[in-house]
Nanobody, 114 residues
Framework: VHFVESGGGLVQPGGSLRLSCAASGFTFSTYAMSWYRQAPGKERELVATISSAGGNTNYADSVKGRFTISRDDAKKTVYLQMNSLKSEDTAMYYC????????WGNGTLVTVSS
């Protein structure tokens, strides 16, 4: 099982980014997926989840209404569209299967700063 996150970068407050996570090593379409983040000096937190069929999504209160999780089963990729970014969104972002305790990938760094 392997995850490769990408799409992070430096963005100004109010800006947008789209993160991607390419998965391999399992039957992607049959698993719910999740995005986590870890800010400097803080615990890792669950940001968003999406069901295996893509019909159900859930978000942390801190990102609700600003972030959108989606998936493309043909590409074995899960996305996180992040809009109206705030400085407190600065973190390393990771994806993995929901509730499977997979090893973490390298993550992708999002820095929100003017």
């Amino acid at each position: 099982v392997h995850f490769v996150e990408s799409g992070g970068g430096l963005v100004q407050p109010g800006g947008s980014l789209r993160l991607s996570c390419a998965a391999s090593g399992f039957t992607f379409s049959t698993y719910a997926m999740s995005w986590y983040r870890q800010a400097p000096g803080k615990e890792r937190e669950l940001v968003a989840t999406i069901s295996s069929a893509g019909g159900n999504t859930n978000y942390a209160d801190s990102v609700k209404g600003r972030f959108t999780i989606s998936r493309d089963d043909a590409k074995k990729t899960v996305y996180l569209q992040m809009n109206s970014l705030k400085s407190e969104d600065t973190a390393m972002y990771y994806c993995r299967r929901l509730r499977w305790g997979d090893a973490w990938g390298n993550g992708t760094l999002v820095t929100v700063s003017s």
